[in-house]
């Protein structure tokens, strides 16, 4: 893993596409996200909600991220819409073990109310632009549950292919994962 913190020196935020600019997450979006785990479908693929409130789910999720960042594995990053400066979702790379094998995967997640109008596909192409336009690495996955047909679609249409279904009884709802890959 040492490698991996060298490189997070290299992993920016502040990454703009058209609609999009990105920052690193801070404990102000804890009340930001929660509205993300109101809505049932948002986490039916992620994890179990375990009697815990959407407050405190949202909390173990900003801080997972902030460890990310001091741990060297990169972390998700808020997307902000230009326009309305209103925070849209999540994106970002993250470092994946993946069959004994360090991998970068890139993460995305929107809010509810902002499904449906690209911006995870925006988001997913500005990472993989930075990733490969950095030389982060090689090669990008996605790590997403079978039967999560908006983030397949989302993969599918940035150019990630079906690469292996892998069990993974430790991973959120489900106990199969699908990788999609996309090398450079």
Not at 6 to 22: A, G, H, V
Not at 38 to 49: A, K, T
């Amino acid at each position: 893993m040492e490698e991996f913190f060298e490189i997070q020196d290299l992993y920016l935020d502040q990454l703009s596409s058209e609609r999009l600019k990105t920052r690193f997450l801070n404990r102000v979006d804890i009340l930001l996200w929660e509205p993300f785990f109101e809505d049932n479908e948002s986490i039916r693929f992620l994890m179990h909600r375990n009697d815990l409130t959407n407050l405190e789910l949202s909390q173990n999720w900003i801080n997972r991220q902030l460890l990310r960042y001091q741990n060297g594995t990169f972390g998700l990053q808020a997307l902000i819409d230009k326009k309305s400066k209103m925070v849209v979702g999540h994106s970002g790379l993250l470092i994946q073990k993946l069959n004994n094998r360090m991998e970068v995967e890139v993460g995305y997640h929107i809010l509810p109310k902002f499904r449906k109008q690209n911006y995870a596909t925006e988001s997913v192409k500005l990472f993989i632009d930075f990733a490969f336009n950095n030389g982060l690495t090689s090669s990008l996955i996605c790590m997403i549950d079978p039967n999560n047909e908006a983030s397949i679609k989302v993969a599918q249409k940035c150019g990630f292919a079906f690469e292996q279904s892998i069990d993974d009884p430790n991973y959120a709802m489900s106990e199969k994962l699908n990788i999609y890959r996309l090398n450079r």
